[in-house]
């Protein structure tokens, strides 16, 4: 595990969420209108993970059940296209987050039954780390006190079963940025939520400095008529954690949660730029590095190589920002992919 902590936060890499479920990648696939079966989730994923460079920038890929189990077109397994990269395979191992009962508007997040032996597999199938989203909703009267500890406890759970089976675990709660609610609201909830996690860490023995905690950022919520800029944000986002996660825990990875590529990757280099901190900070977006890739391939295999300059793209990007070097110019004057090869 040690191993594996210390690769997933290599100096200027980050992680590529790719574990989008059968619900959200039909989503995704429905707005391009691709028809969403399993050879075009396979082709799709086979298209990110083989594109060429990107080991240089991308340490881990979160992998849903179903690409863990597939292979390239050539009959290569994914986890093993993604090691010869370089890159460590991971496993979303949630089944995804349900309605609370009795607490209305709220969710927990299931897959806590018969997650040992599942575990046990995922190992044997090349995965190194695990990961499992809460989702905490936020409104004038969310989030409850009862849904916090629901999920806390479940994170916590499904964390130390990870370090059991030898798997890093990437705990992630997510405060949701749905809503009108202040930048100042997200604080007080972000800070609350990661307090509880935190806390439910601890009992549960998790071993803080073997996991990874993936986190949003502090952000005004998506419709709230006031935006904070990068630089609020940054110090919000901060404040938060500082004031909340333990110096124990080796890295702090953000996801994107709906913001724009660029405005994520702003935000980021906002949040690395001169920070000190005593966790690494590193990026774990889904569709912040992937929308500009599925734009461009809308299924076609003569789209591969455009879709992959542009995962590869927003991979440089974001490694620009983990160092705090990232500017605006940099959309204008990226890199050419090199020649595709095989990988
Ligand atoms: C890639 O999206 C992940 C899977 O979501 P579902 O379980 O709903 O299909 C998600 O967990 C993701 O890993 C993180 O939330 C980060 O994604 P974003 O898009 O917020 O950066």
């Known amino acids: 595990m040690n ?3 210390a690769a997933l936060l290599t100096r200027d890499k980050g992680v590529l ?23 075009s989730r396979r082709a799709y994923r086979e298209m990110l993970f083989t594109t060429v460079g990107m080991g240089e920038f991308i340490s881990g890929v ?8 597939q292979r390239t077109q050539d009959g290569v397994p994914m986890a093993e296209v993604l090691s010869k990269q370089g890159i460590i395979p991971g496993i979303k191992v949630d089944m995804g987050a349900k309605a609370l009962a009795a607490f209305a508007g709220e969710k927990i997040t299931m897959g806590l039954d018969g997650l040992r032996e599942r575990l046990a597999e995922y190992r044997e199938l ?20 009862a849904c916090i500890e629901a999920n806390a406890g479940a994170l916590a759970m499904f964390a130390a079963l990870s ?35 935190c806390g439910a860490l601890f009992e549960q023995r998790v071993v803080l400095e073997q996991m990874l905690l993936k986190t949003g950022m502090v952000l005004s919520g998506a419709e709230c008529p006031e935006q904070a800029d990068a630089e609020i944000a940054a110090n919000a986002t901060l404040r938060c954690l500082r004031r909340t996660v333990p110096a124990a825990v080796p890295g702090v990875v953000f996801l994107s949660g709906g913001q724009s590529d660029e405005s994520a990757t702003q935000k980021l280099n906002a949040i690395c730029r001169g920070s000190d901190t005593p966790w690494k900070v590193t990026f774990s977006f889904g569709r912040a590095l992937q929308a500009p890739a599925m734009n461009a391939w809308k299924g076609s295999p003569d789209n591969v190589i455009g879709a992959q300059k542009a995962l590869h793209h927003r991979a440089r990007c974001n490694s620009a920002a983990i160092r705090g070097k990232y500017s605006a110019e940099m959309e204008k004057t990226g890199l050419p992919l090199l020649e595709r090869e095989h990988v």
């Open 62 to 69: 979160i992998l849903f059940d179903e690409t863990l189990r």
């Open 126 to 145: 090349g995965a190194r780390f695990t990961k499992w989203r809460a989702v905490i909703a936020v409104d004038e009267h969310l989030p409850t006190r």
């Open 163 to 197: 370090q059991e089976a030898d798997l890093v675990p990437i705990v992630e709660p997510e405060v949701l940025m749905n809503g009108k609610h202040t930048i100042a609201r997200c604080e007080e909830v972000t800070t609350l939520t990661l307090k509880a996690v």
């Open 17 to 39: 969420a790719a574990d989008e479920s059968f619900p959200t990648i039909a989503k995704r696939f429905e707005a391009l209108g691709i028809e969403a079966t399993e050879e």
């Open 3 to 5: 191993e594996t902590v």
